[in-house]
Nanobody
Framework: QVQLVESGGGLVQAGGSLRLSCAASGRAFSSYNMGWFRQAPGKEREFVAAISRNGGVSVDADSVKGRFTISRDNAENTVYLEMNSLKPEDTAVYYC??????????????????WGQGTQVTVSS
């Protein structure tokens, strides 16, 4: 089992940047593929980015390609989401999630086993 705690959210102007962190506690962080999802008010939770266990493979949603970068530090049990050129439509609660030992990096929320509590990102125009 793994526990996830996100941090780094906040209020930023359009065009600005934020770096989200997700600290994991528990066993074998390097055995989990990790993902970031977001949920805006009145909308369904949507995929943002995901990364494989060793960081060698990452997948980004089309809406964030070229602007957001997912990375991980297995020595620090942490996954990051670097967000640049932020837009008002990026406003949402951002969640990190973990799934155990999958070969393929998944973009489907229902396939993730563990979730953090979320961190709010607000982008003003």
């Amino acid at each position: 089992q793994v526990q996830l705690v996100e941090s780094g959210g906040g209020l930023v102007q359009a065009g600005g940047s934020l770096r989200l962190s997700c600290a994991a506690s528990g066993r074998a962080f390097s055995s989990y593929n990790m993902g970031w999802f977001r949920q805006a008010p009145g909308k369904e939770r949507e995929f943002v980015a995901a990364i494989s266990r060793n960081g060698g493979v990452s997948v980004d949603a089309d809406s964030v390609k070229g602007r957001f970068t997912i990375s991980r530090d297995n020595a620090e049990n942490t996954v990051y989401l670097e967000m640049n050129s932020l837009k008002p439509e990026d406003t949402a609660v951002y969640y990190c999630a973990a799934v155990w030992a999958r070969v393929v990096v998944t973009t489907t929320a229902s396939e993730y086993d563990y979730w953090g509590q979320g961190t709010q990102v607000t982008v003003s125009s």
